[in-house]
C-alpha cells in the first residue's frame, strides 16, 4: 500500500520560514520525481516545485529564491524548505511522487502566513 505523509505545515508570521515533509512509504521513492502543489480557497492547485529523480529541481515564478525543494532518498522523503513566506503563501500544500505510469498524492497540509 503506497502512502505519503505530509508534516510541517503551521501558523508563521510574514517574513517567516518552514520546512515540510513528505515521507513516502510502499514505493522506491528514489524512481519517482518528488513535486509540491498548493491549493488556496477558490483557486485551483498549482505547482509549487518539482524535484527529478536526479536531483534537477524547477520552481514556479511566485516562489524563486525563497523556497527549495529537495530530497532524501535513503528516507524516502522529499522536503520544502519555505523563507520568507507571504501570506499569499497561505494554502493547502500537497506532495506528489510522478512518474510516468503513476501519481501518488499525499493528504494536504495546512501552511497559514499571518501579515
Known amino acids: 500500500q503506497v502512502q505519503l505523509v505530509g508534516s510541517g505545515g503551521g501558523t508563521v508570521q510574514a517574513g517567516g520560514s518552514l520546512r515540510l515533509s513528505c515521507a513516502a512509504s510502499?514505493?522506491?521513492?528514489?524512481?519517482?520525481?518528488g513535486a509540491w502543489y498548493r491549493q488556496a480557497p477558490g483557486k485551483q492547485r498549482e505547482l509549487v516545485a518539482r524535484?527529478?529523480?536526479?536531483?534537477?529541481?524547477n520552481y514556479a515564478e511566485f516562489v524563486k529564491g525563497r523556497f527549495t525543494i529537495s530530497r532524501d532518498n535513503a528516507k524516502n522523503t522529499v522536503y520544502l524548505q519555505m523563507n520568507s513566506l507571504k501570506p499569499e503563501d497561505t494554502a493547502v500544500y500537497y506532495c506528489?511522487?510522478?512518474?510516468?505510469?503513476?501519481?501518488?498524492w499525499s493528504q494536504g497540509t495546512q501552511v497559514t502566513v499571518s501579515s
Open positions: 506528489a511522487a510522478q512518474s510516468i505510469r503513476f501519481d501518488y
Open positions: 510502499g514505493i522506491m521513492f528514489s524512481i519517482y520525481a
Open positions: 524535484i527529478t529523480t536526479d536531483g534537477g529541481t
